[in-house]
């Protein structure tokens, strides 16, 4: 088994236990850190796949997940500052438990 | 019950998903971007691909990340309204901190400028060089150096829009002169990517730092 | 040279307007969007000229080739979305420049997140490589989510909240299905991925994943819960833009990867499964639009059904004749373009009204009808597209997809079209109910201002017209990409 | 062999500390467990050859992200949370 493969199958395995925190979790936080797995899953499914057998790195899969990372911590800084505020003004750190209005 | 369902569904992705992820690395794909990324690596005026790759290649890729990285920041200052700036619970009267912190901002600093200037032919670049800035940053925030200049304001808004500014500028030059959007000057690209990545670093460690401090700010409920 | 600065010009205006505005405040941000929004317009003419003399071509971005670079492709489908575009979100941003308080504190911050969305929409409608797909989608969803938040509200966090959960985990299973094409294929280029592509399993897996991404950022059934109170607690003007185009974006991904790879990687349970899905959608999203006491998020629902007609596309254009698939083809678009003039318009009359009886209830509607009939005229217009009665585009659009489903022998589809039509008017009746209720007590309705009509109206209008000229959108979209 | 060996230990590592941070009940565990996981990520992209996201993931995966959480944590705890 090349080592492409190995982080590849890791990275999937990473992607289905993010999803599935992110199903299960409520916590706004353990939310958001569900989504970074599930993020970091799919960034070694890309960079793994990119990787031919004779182990030749990829610069544009690398260069896709650098683009990859720096979205995703956009989108988490972001999440962060609306569940801070959220919490400021309400006090909790979860959205259910009420209806939308 | 819930986590039972979801429990299923996973392992039932898992097990669809992961022959399909060895059935993709065992196949060969006729073309490879990485030797097209070889033999041009030498017109675009840096020499390590990656670089090659985010900064000419694949620009428009990037102008559009700083994009949403900007638009992260607007929203972030959106939400932290005029009021509590500086917090003196933010800070931390840690002395150990504080004596680390005024060996490390400086050496961050260094740190930062060395890899934005490594981008150009090893691994290292704006995006690295901007969270390095970001981190000194937040450590001068919390041992309390002065960082009036990160609170919303025309500053902070000037800043976290130069780099991706700039960049657009150089993009529409590409077009003005006959070339395609986001077409470097055949001479320039290298000088050009240069200027460009330092900005860049600048507004991403702004960026980042303005998200932090952004969601540290806090009013409504303790006023 | 002239074709160059017409892509620029396309791509660089929304981006500069949104730094420059990002600069200066909210009441000079007006002045600059009017210019911005007529440069735009020209832009946008400038190239459906191009287009209809010499057809649609790949732009490759700096002058990088694909599968190096990036390509737009600039087709007839693309351009009359860039079209749509145009001129949904200049209609939008009048709207806002009127409607939007400007003194409110976080104010300033809209027209920069507004110009964000308008580029990364246009992009998302030009795009041509997948990565760069989930890039602009992510440009859309975080500016969206941006001006959701606006108001700072707890409603407003948590709308925003959700629909940034929802969206991001749209987007990561998206890009887990690029990251296997790219593995399977070595390039992001959609149009040489469409000649690459072998009918396996593994296409198949990728392009499902992509579709479920994209179906929670469509908000299809049964992954919608995020969008209705998104689009119910935003301001006015920015409902009209995430319903009219935002939803539209993600879903023409969809359309387009379909188009381009599901001759060889779809499979009929595949489309079957999206087509009941959006006929759920209909039904699920009409019925509720119905139980609503909320004007906003009434017509928030309704772009729930709304948008299950666009997935009658995938049963509808596979392994059925060449007619037929062009019949649902046009069918579909068309009604992605009336769908988007009528709820716009839905939602800035429907801001207009609510700014009048000062609260969102439908119930505290009643006198409407006497002391704000232009606006109620508006909302009446765009609400004969949504239900697809004639002369309307919905109405042109329905009719193929109802001639498609004929055809092809799918009679199904056929009726899903039929009843959502139905349940349109009986959310759309019980608004009217409301507003010629004869209210006893005194008239508290606070005008707004005139100007405010015009844009709700326009877009109606067109809406209504475009029926009637549904001919040369027809034409422009079956212009092809490059040669 | 001892390398690919050196690759399972690595996923294997990468695995249980995600998994232990899904599942971790303190929330401040739960977040170090995060950041250790971009820690091992970072040697992970070492080992794809990947200089450049080993780089980016220790600035910004663990580094930036752990600061911004960690801060997050001490704020919620800051104020007891209404169930």
Known sequence: MSPGLLYALAGMLLFVMGLAGFALLRHLLRRLMAFNLVGSGTFLVLVGLAQRPDGEPDPVAQALVLTGIVVAIAATALALVLMRRWFDLTGRTRLDGEADE | ?223 | MTLNLLVAGLLFTPLAWAVVSLLIGFRAGRWLAGAGMVLQAGVTLGLVWTLTGQGGFEYALGDWQPPLGIGLRVDGMALTLVLLTTLVASACGLHAAGYLEADRPGQRYFWPLFWFLWAGINGVWLAGDIFNIYVGLELVTLAAVGLVALSGEPPALRAALRYLFAALAGSLAFLLGVALLYGAYGTLSLRLLAEAVQADGTGSAALALMFAGLAVKTALFPVHAWLPPAHGIAHAPVSALLSALVVKASAWVAIRLWLDLGPVLGSSGGAFLMGLLGTAAIVWGSWMAWCQTGLKKLVAYSSVGQVGYLFLLFPLTFAVSDRVAELATQGVMLHLISHALAKAALFMAAGNLIWAVGDGRIVSLAGAGRHLPLSLFAFGLAAVSIMGLPPSGGFTAKWLLLQAAWQAGQWGWALAVLVGGLLAALYVFKVFAACYVDKASGDDFHYPPRRLDLMPLGLAVMALGLGLVAGLPLHWMGIGGAP | MAELLLDVLLVLALLSTASAALLSRDLFRAVVLFIAFGLLLSLSWVRLHAPDLALAEAAIGAGLTGVLLLDAVSHFRGRREVE
């Not at chain 2, 675009?44 to 102008?63: C, I, K, M, Q």
């Not at chain 2, 000194?136 to 500053?155: C, F, K, N």
């Open chain 2, 1 to 223: 019950m819930k986590a039972g369902v979801v429990t299923v569904l996973a392992l039932l992705l898992g097990g669809i998903l992961a022959p399909v992820v060895v059935a993709v690395a065992s196949a060969d794909p006729g073309t490879s971007l990485h030797t097209l990324v070889q033999t041009r690596l030498e017109a675009s005026g840096v020499e390590h691909p990656v670089t090659a790759v985010l900064l000419n290649f694949r620009a428009y890729d990037t102008l559009l990340e700083i994009g949403v990285l900007v638009v992260a920041g607007i929203t972030g200052m959106s939400l932290s309204r005029a009021g509590a700036r500086a917090e003196p619970e933010l800070r931390s009267t840690n002395t150990l901190l504080h004596a680390l912190a005024r060996w490390f901002v400086p050496l961050m600093l260094l740190l930062a400028a060395w890899l934005l200037w490594a981008g150009s032919h090893r691994p290292g670049g704006a995006f690295q060089a901007g969270a390095v800035l970001a981190a000194a940053g937040v450590m001068m925030r919390l041992t309390g150096l002065p960082t009036a200049w990160i609170a919303p304001g025309p500053m902070l808004r000037l800043g976290l829009s130069a780099g991706f500014s700039v960049f657009l500028l150089v993009a529409a030059v590409g077009a003005l002169t006959g070339r395609a959007f986001l077409a470097y000057p055949p001479l320039l690209s290298g000088p050009l990517i240069l200027v460009i990545e330092t900005l860049l670093t600048l507004s991403i460690g702004m960026i980042l730092l303005g998200l932090y401090v952004a969601a540290a700010q806090r009013d409504g409920a303790d006023e």
